[in-house]
């Protein structure tokens, strides 16, 4: 075909999406047809997912886009396909007869804590970064596992199916787990791609909780006759497995040429790293948090999870929860016109991983280290974003050292993209130019995989990028000569004391 009309449905921690999107050799077209809140819900001392809510979302999403295709007059009257992703490592259970057994726990939640260090002393943390190359974050999915080992639900579950995968089951009736998503796991061995039955062995699970592995761009199946009859759709549309993890999608998304790129999928999160061929298994990799995630066609996701908007995003639910609510674009430009240097923290401190007083919790790593407190939203927002730059920062040049892999540019992608301070601050910190957006790198690496899978395009990574390129229009930041690295410099220091 020539062009194709594809749902990307693609979930954030805090709003879900459905975009539609006309991709072609000479057209890549992207519109939001339906956006819906993402509410995870505290309950009995667990912080879950509404996860029903989720797939009523998506449903929605698909009428919408069914709808908007066919107004569209699309080809084929309808949907090419559909493909769906969100974040990582958080997954539901199915009983013997494909039943969801609970409500999806979120990777927020607490139960995990303590588990990391129980499960390193009985695999050795050295073993298991040399299997799975995946940094130690206490909420991957192995960790959240071995909390539930032993549990009713775990006793009764026969799968385990990541989230994307478990909608695109509810769409299908179809199981499997797509393979960019299973990486985050830290149970699939990196270098062969498969999972690892040593390590689901070790850890007490049968091998069958995990699903057959689908790479990007396989066939799921087609709709199930009651979310056809439901959605208005055609039943033939398949689903297919895209970059099923969020944030490989969103690598899909970054538009770059021929240059040696960084790249920080600046969100909730901040994944800042770099596209490699080959892994980076190395001691020091894993001592600096380094993670290798599967990407397509075989590409290595070689990146750091920065703490990121989170600590930006909480502040502002704290603000109006405490019944002050404050004007993000406002207290952004009055942020800007703060000095810096004053006040720094590390964003990647576990204080700051589950929900809560950011405000509170900043003020206190200032104090404890000795720093003022920040004295108005505006230095607060300030101090988190100064903060946020100089992690980039810190990760961009550890991945190149680590992989040995300089760069001359740094692609920042996502939500965060429209931050113009984040991004002109990331550029001072960095030292390097900063090329920001596309805004929905993630959606437009989504629909980019499924296009392909459709043949409306064809080639590799870079050709999809060559595509995105000549459709987007990023804005470049270059670092301001005033901004010396010896104040950067300074900043590091206070973390490092
Ligand atoms: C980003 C992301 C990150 C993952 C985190 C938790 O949305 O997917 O890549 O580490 O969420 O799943």
Known sequence: PQSVTVAAADLGASSGRVMLARVGRDVLELTEVHRFPNEPIQLGGTLHWDVLALYRGVLDGLRAAGRAARAGGTPRQGLDGIGIDSWAVDYGLLDATGALIGNPISYRDRRTEGVMERVHEQLGVARLYTITGLQNLPFNTIYQLAAAHGTPAAAAARRMLLLPDLLAYWLTGRQGTELTNASTTGLLDARSGTWSTELIAALGWDQQLFAPLRRPGDTIGPLTVDVAAHTGLDPTVPVLAVGSHDTASAVVGVPAGDERFAYISCGTWSLVGLELSEPVLTEASRKAGFTNEAGLDGT??????????????????????????????????????????????????????????????????????????????AAMVRCILESLALAHARAVRQAQDLAGHPVDVVHLVGGGSRNELLCQLTADACGLPVTAGPVEATALGNALVQARALGAITGELRDLRTLLHRHVTPRRYLPRSGQSATAWAGLAARLAG
């Open 300 to 377: 290595v996701r070689y990146l750091r999870n920065v703490m990121g908007q989170w600590l930006l995003q909480e502040s502002m639910r704290t603000w109006q929860a405490h019944g002050e609510p404050a004007d993000l674009a406002a207290l952004l430009a009055e942020a800007a016109a703060q000095p810096g240097f004053v006040s720094v923290v590390d964003p990647d401190d576990p204080v700051f991983l589950p929900p809560g007083d950011m405000p509170a919790r900043v003020a206190d790593y200032c104090r404890r280290i000795g720093q003022p407190v920040p004295a108005s939203r």
